[in-house]
């Protein structure tokens, strides 16, 4: 008899008082711990493929059921964390790299709580923002060097082209193919509804979509799946994916299992193959090529649309944004080692790269001692959580920022990070029909612009409290910022003083 | 030893003052010093200053540096410095009075200053913004000097004190100038350095201001990417450089650069016409970092006018009045009146309604 | 009616509007590198360029016909989706990257990385003829269409360079003669080609040699190789789920 050596991670506790046996636990779970026994009249559980998605949980109509970590645990050891054995189980039963989801769960330190935001006493006013006006509107793009008059004297106007966003918020790129059509749906009418933009990923647009074009932001990955000059028109923004925060320097690979026939016709390829997308981009091994595939985006749709160029945050992003800045591309998309995926290599996604507070801090300096902030806007991500978050990036340097993960836990995703085995109990990174089917497009979209309404009111609350009242004047303001508890090193990379100094 | 300015950020709350005659009369400083006294709780002693225009008619085109030095050194190492940078036509001690109030005085000095034609030729720059380098350098570089005025044809003058004791303590009665502006300080803390007092100048621009402004490091990290280094961290030095910007090297009207740093709400600029939309929509694409939120009143002096604006919530106070020729600015009405008791036409500029008056033409 | 462009002075974007504004014949003369000539130009339009157009020539083609008299650089018909690029010498790198539709035709050699991550999707069948022989990295991650090289140089040097095939996982790569001295990776399997794989291909060569002013049917008469990947999901077993 094969041995397994691993034991359940966690444990279904069944309150067989309040049970009534309606069976939902059984229909929902699509990892099988559930089954019914007819001849025994009892559910039975096992828990070996069980994730925590809490999705049993939730729908249980009496609250008879409970997940809990299993506590049948290893025996202590601070050096080999149970996790790492059960890792190396794993590796030794299938010689397989090890796949994971979501963001990197490790602890690193989260900067984000470690910066604490200014308000105005006395020297200067604090501002209501219920009373007066307060204004969250930005526009991502390159600025001209230079005003401009015409022979009349009047300002010339024109422009290249920008994004406007009515709040700083995007949602960020979840290709097609490792979210549902139901997800796509809930954030392109959000983003309508919100003045603000979602992003296609490297999967191609739906036909269905292409309506909602004004707020989409088109992805062209290595992959260049769904691409064609269609697809690069339908979009407000075009964004060369060359990399991403979850897995820096390595490409992506959607299983043919995920590739049904509507995610074939989007990615166009055919049903059941891999999609695989190279880790490079192969008309780019330099920096030149960039400028390259910039410009021949721009050609192929007239310079109409702003070029977001999307890199992970790695060790030397500061002078990689230099020469992306200098590339012809109006956004630089910054991706933190936080930031999502709905699959990469385990050791990938919790070892390579760096957090998104420093990397936006050292770029957002770069940009300016080279004078060539206004040549680009800039757009973090990687693991933004909350409004504070928002506003502590801004501060720092962003123009705006992208979420993913707070996204779709607004859609209903618990975090039990295994989108990579495509049963998604809620619906979110799955592709199969009755799973879809369980995240409903009209209930998603509106808990979308709830979450994004809710951080825009608590936006304008912080900016009323430090005395701005446009976000721009918040914009790389790093004096509203302190540190508490870093060193004078991280504080000098963030570029902002000490709580108390 | 407490910080100095630029050593530390210090909000400062103040009381500003101008007078302009359009005509180009000339007034001493008389009345601009009497203007400040009914405004004495405004300030609290650690700053005052003044800036005239039209006070040096016989070296009119000649830049007049006015620079602290901290001690004999700083001079001779600054003086070295600006020996192989531009001709001086004449150099002198600042004339000062005794006076009860101003103490710890550094050694003030003038010069009145010409670019070498070669170094200037040279450098491929024009005359205004090789001085404006210079300028720069040494009050970057060159420790206990301090550059606080650089402008043709006019002077700033400032100190530690009260502002009616600081234009005693310049003699300002003895110059005659066909526009003032005025500042005394509320700094919320004690540095005593003679540089962190206002008005502060760049070239020929002076900036007299009230209020701390929220927007101060967005302004500043953006300002800072086209050489401007703002080494006292004050609203008013970022505020000049701002203007400097816009007006000189961006070559914005000063209605267009009131649009930018005091911009309007987009629910204004909504219902604004066609064309005025575009403009104002255009202004805050591309100078967003410059734009100036939080509380401001600014004077806005420079060669030929002045500006005065506030906020665009207008979170400080500002009245404007005329009488014959001039036209005067106050941080209140009783400033006003202790220049021209029947000043009329008082007004109220609405928050971020530039208030500009050119002197007619010729008339400087 | 012949719309003759005159490129010497004018940049990619000039000479693309020109392109743009009207269907039909159009002669570029003496391109000097410009770069994305015809990008995203659709049918209708027929473009023949001399000199030395620049890099990324034809990227995203939707249905127009470019013809260079020389040879073309890096890039040509990147992301292509339709239309024909006819080049009557070599070309630099990574033609045909990523390309789903429509045909490249290359009378002389071409560089490394020719028709990567080249994919196909229902009718669109893109198409690459090589008649020289072909860099390192053919076809690499290649996902559909159809890769052809002739071999038609005497030179005596190889067909192809290093590494061909590698990571593909579907379409066909056709080599010339046995290609016996060159190794392939273990996902993809080869075979001599049969008379279905030739009636394949044999319409592309037909047009090919008609382009060129060859003769097709000695061509056609040469034994053929055709790799082919041994599964769509060539890196199924490589994971295991953490």
Known sequence: ?501 | MSKLEGQIRIPSGCAISAVISKTGEKMTGEKIIESMIPMHERSNGLGGGFAGYGIYPEYKDFFALHIFFRDALSRRECEEYLKDKVEIVKQESIHVRKTPGIKDAPLIRRYFVAPMPCALAASQLDENEYIMRIVIQINTDIAGAYVFSSGKNMGIFKAVGYPEDVGRFYRLDEYEAYCWTAHGRYPTNTPGWWGGAHPFGLLDYSIVHNGEISSYDANRRFIEMFGYRCTLQTDTEVITYIADFLLRKQKLTLQEMASVIAAPFWSEIERKTDAEKEVLAYFRTVYSSLLVTGPFSIILGFTGGLMALNDRLKLRSMVTAEKGDKVLIASEEAAIRAMEPDAENIAYPAGGEPVIVRLKEGAY | MMNTINASGADSTEINQRLSQEDGEFFIEGCLGQRFLGAGMGGGKHIRISGIPGNALGAYLNGAEIETQGNAQDAVGDTMNAGRIIIHGNVGDTAGYAMRGGKIFIRGNAGYRTGVHMKEYQRHIPVIVIGGRAGSFLGEYQAGGLIIVLGLNEDEKPIVGGFPCTGMYGGKVFLRGDARHVSFPPQVTLRPAEQGDIDEISGHLNDYCRVFGLDSSWILASPFTVITPNSKNPYKQMYVTN
């Open chain 1, 1 to 501: 008899m094969k041995i397994n050596y691993l034991s359940p991670e966690f444990e279904v506790v069944r309150n067989e008082d309040r049970c009534i046996k309606c069976l939902l636990c059984v229909k929902q779970c699509a990892n099988g711990v559930y089954t019914y026994d007819e001849t025994k009249q009892t559910i039975v559980i096992d828990e070996t493929n069980c994730v925590n998605c809490q999705r049993c949980v939730a729908l249980c109509p009496t609250r008879a059921l409970k997940v809990r970590k299993n506590d049948c645990g290893l025996r202590e050891n601070g050096n080999w964390s149970e996790n790492t054995i059960r890792e190396i189980f794993k590796q030794a039963g299938s010689g397989g790299i090890l796949l994971s989801s979501m963001g990197n769960p490790e602890k690193y330190p989260v900067y984000w709580d470690k910066i604490l935001i200014n308000a105005s006493q006395v020297t200067n006013p604090s501002i209501d923002p219920l009373r007066e006006p307060m204004e969250t509107r930005v526009f991502l793009g390159k600025k001209p060097p230079s005003m401009v008059r015409k022979e009349d004297g009047s300002i010339d106007c024109s422009l290249p082209p920008q994004l406007k966003l009515d709040v700083p918020v995007m949602f960020a790129a979840m290709s097609y193919g490792s979210v549902s059509y139901n997800v796509h749906k809930s954030l392109a009418k959000a983003a309508q509804a919100l003045g603000t933009y979602y992003n296609s990923g490297e999967g191609g647009l739906h036909e269905d979509f292409y309506c909602y074009g004004e707020n989409t932001v088109v992805q062209v990955a290595s992959g260049r799946f769904g691409v064609h000059k269609n697809y690069l028109e339908a979009g407000a923004a075009i964004e060369i994916k060359m990399g991403q925060g979850a897995k820096p320097g390595i490409g992506g690979h959607l299983p043919g299992v995920k590739v049904g026939p509507d995610v074939s016709r989007t990615r166009m390829i055919p049903e059941g193959t891999d999609a695989i997308s190279p880790a490079p981009h192969h008309d780019i091994y330099s920096i030149e090529d960039l400028r390259q595939l910039v410009i021949s985006l721009k050609e192929a749709t007239g310079y109409q649309k702003p070029i977001i160029v999307k890199v992970a945050a790695v060790h030397n992003i500061a002078a990689i944004a230099s020469g992306i800045a200098r590339s012809g591309a109006d956004i630089i998309a910054i991706d933190g080692f936080r930031g999502g995926t709905g699959a990469a290599p385990t050791r990938i996604r919790d070892n390579v790269g760096i957090p998104i507070e420093l990397a936006l801090a050292s770029v957002d300096r770069q940009l300016r001692d080279e004078g060539i902030r206004t040549n680009v806007s800039l757009i973090a991500g990687g693991s933004i959580r909350s409004s504070a978050d928002v506003i502590k990036a801004i501060a720092l340097g962003a123009d705006a920022c992208y979420i993913g993960t707070a996204a779709l836990i607004a859609l209903g995703c618990h975090l039990c990070r295994s989108c990579q085995k495509g049963k998604c109990n809620w619906g979110i990174a799955t592709q199969v029909p009755e799973l879809v089917e369980r995240l409903d497009p009209e209930v998603g979209y509106q808990r979308l612009v709830n979450l994004i309404t809710a951080w825009k009111r608590e936006i304008k609350e912080m900016m009323g409290g430090m005395g701005i009242n446009s976000i721009e004047a918040l914009r790389g303001n790093r004096l509203m910022l302190r540190g508490v508890g870093l060193t004078q090193k991280e504080l000098d990379i963030l570029g902002i003083k000490h709580a108390g100094e």
